[in-house]
């Protein structure tokens, strides 16, 4: 694997395997690489010649109320999974590099509507920040397809919308998100979590699969997500939300959908997690 954090090095790479008539295939990370992020790079070998992983921990979609310096820093160990998982290029570029007027005088990319509600009422500027950054990505990689994780549920819709509002000429893969034998959705924030609180924490995942059986058979959608919530709440969490919505505009769900998401998010010690399962009713 190659490792560049120069954006010309970047682009002579993608331009010699583009000359040669290669697929790209693209997945975007912020490091601190776990068994999710692995599935996105073996999912990308489905779909392309060759892989493409960047690393940047992206200071524009961290809220001003929350620690970008605590962020998880494991650049050795994330080499070699990605190694170990037959990635042809790593992209890791500073701050300066992908910003480099600084934040406060950077153009950015804001999607409206998809970006609003649920982490990003929670998360403010949060959204605008994974679009800028997406964006300027795809534009230095060029990929032909870019894969992402569906535990991110926002965030997939809000760049597939990205890309299909700017025309960008690039096929959007979602990636079903890993899990713990209990049911924990795998992410990075699980490294702040105790052991106890990780049994605590999968209260989350099975309240959502309670609440997913219960549509089959209640419309009563108000009513179903205050049990959520006092369910999560119950287990020692604090819920941020849990919301039944549709599963594309991700508006409030009507008794007419039946092609659902529920999307959660709760505090368990000091990790925000965050989950969602689709129902198709
Ligand atoms: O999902 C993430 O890790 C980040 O939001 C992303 C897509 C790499 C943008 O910084």
């Known amino acids: 694997m190659k490792t560049v954090s120069q954006t010309t090095e970047l682009r002579q790479q993608i331009s010699a395997w583009r000359k040669q008539g290669l697929k790209i295939a693209f997945v975007p990370t912020m490091g601190n690489l776990h068994a999710g992020h692995i599935s996105l790079v073996a999912e990308a070998h489905k779909h392309a010649d060759k892989i493409v992983a960047s690393i940047f921990i992206n200071p524009m979609q961290f809220a001003a109320n929350e620690d970008i310096g605590n962020y998880p820093r494991t650049m050795d160990a994330d080499k070699k999974k990605l190694i170990a998982a037959n990635t042809d290029l790593l992209f890791t570029p500073t701050a300066d590099i992908i910003y480099p007027k600084g934040l406060d005088k950077q153009s950015y990319v ?70 713990e034998q209990s049911g924990l959705a795998m992410s990075s924030r699980n490294n702040y979590l105790t052991a106890e609180e990780k049994v605590t924490a999968a209260t989350l995942n099975k309240t959502m699969r309670w609440l ?12 179903l997500m205050a049990q959520a919530k006092e369910k999560i709440d119950a287990s020692g969490m604090k819920t941020d939300y849990i919301h039944i919505s ?28 965050i989950d969602n399962i689709q129902v198709k009713l």
């Open 110 to 179: 804001e999607v409206p509507n998809v970006s609003d509600g649920y982490c990003g009422e929670s998360r403010p500027g949060h959204f605008r920040g994974v679009s800028t950054v997406v964006c300027k990505l795809f534009n230095l990689v060029q990929p032909d397809v870019a894969c992402f994780g569906l535990k991110d549920y926002q965030q997939v819709q809000v760049i597939q919308t990205m890309v299909e509002d700017l025309s960008m000429p690039i096929e959007i893969i979602p990636v079903a998100t890993m899990r």
């Open 212 to 223: 997913a059986e219960q549509l089959k058979s209640n419309k009563d959608f108000s009513a």
């Open 246 to 273: 549709h599963a594309r505009t991700l508006n409030p769900a009507t008794a007419d959908d039946n092609d659902i998401v529920i999307l959660a998010a709760a505090h368990c010690g000091k990790a925000r997690l």
